[in-house]
């Protein structure tokens, strides 16, 4: 949309497709980010929309209105457990957001 | 895709372990709360009454009429809030329950396989997890042979553990009869 100015955050860094590995933080308190993702390389799915608050600053009264996005992405089963049974297609499919994830040149 | 093997009913899926910390955690803050007059324990008996009120039968109501109504069945999959609220049926969460979710993330074919479901290896798993903003709701596919059911008895054949996406919902006895 012309004559729109995008405040920063507002438009998802990410796209479908991206490869993001989730960043290993090991934070205290609230957080949305199973410990066993932590690290992994993924491809995101999708974009949710729309943009939403941090859960994790929520959950202490902090946002002061920012807003982000969650991505929902694809990590490959074999690469999150070393002893997977079952196919190697076999993914978890799950929402991360965006202060989660970095990108992954490719 | 998948066959289920026997026909008995399974067990509920319960918690019977002990209180964990975190229950304990729960309960001693709860009390505390109630103790301090923020709430009352009313209130929460009347959230637990809200929480339980709403049976797999509603879900069954839902997964019935998409059968039966393509319209609907489009709707439901592009929004399933909105489409849920056109029944007069809110959303709700399900399957919370710790060791089930911690496994079907893990070990998924395992866990659908103690159901009797067994998942071709040709078949990729895709496990969706939910962390903040997303819920999912399986529609499960419609039986065959069951061309002249009415919504009703469609609902019937409908059960927790195919809404919950571990078993396949079969026109078994119990649809015909009501």
Redesign the interface.
């Given at each position: 949309m012309s004559g729109i100015v995008l405040a920063t955050g507002e438009a998802p860094p990410f796209r479908r497709g991206d490869r993001v590995r989730v960043m290993t933080r090991a934070p205290v308190g609230h957080y949305r980010v199973p410990t066993y993702l932590r690290g992994k390389s993924a491809v995101v799915e999708r974009v949710i929309e729309p943009a939403a608050i941090d859960n994790e600053e929520e959950a202490y009264g902090r946002n002061a209105g920012s807003k982000r996005h969650y991505y929902r992405i694809i990590v490959p089963m074999t690469s999150i457990w070393p002893n997977y049974a079952g196919s190697a297609r076999d993914n978890l499919r799950i929402e991360v957001f965006e202060t989660w994830l970095e990108r992954i040149a490719s | 895709m998948s066959q289920h093997e026997h026909d008995h009913p399974h067990a509920e899926i319960g918690q019977s372990e002990r209180p964990g910390y975190y229950d304990m955690m729960e309960t001693a803050v709860r009390e505390l709360l109630i103790e301090k007059g923020l709430f009352e324990a009313g209130e929460i008996r009347r959230q637990i009454e809200v929480l339980d009120s709403r049976t797999p039968a509603l879900g069954a109501k839902v997964v019935a009429r998409a059968w039966v109504d393509a319209d609907f069945r489009a709707r439901l999959l592009a929004n399933g809030r909105t489409a849920c609220e056109e029944l007069g049926i809110s959303f709700y969460d399900d399957t919370k329950l710790k060791p089930y979710r911690a496994r079907a993330?893990?070990?998924?074919?395992?866990v659908l396989a103690e159901f009797g479901t067994h998942i071709p290896?040709?078949?990729?798993?895709?496990?969706?997890?939910?962390?903040?903003?997303?819920r999912y709701l399986v529609l499960p596919r419609r039986p065959d042979g069951t061309a002249g059911y009415s919504e009703e008895q469609l609902a019937g054949l409908v059960t927790r553990d195919a809404m919950i996406g571990v078993i396949p919902v079969t026109a078994g006895e119990a649809g015909v009869s009501r």
């Open positions: - | 993330v893990s070990e998924p074919r395992a290896d040709d078949v990729e798993v895709r496990v969706s997890d939910s962390t903040a903003l997303v």
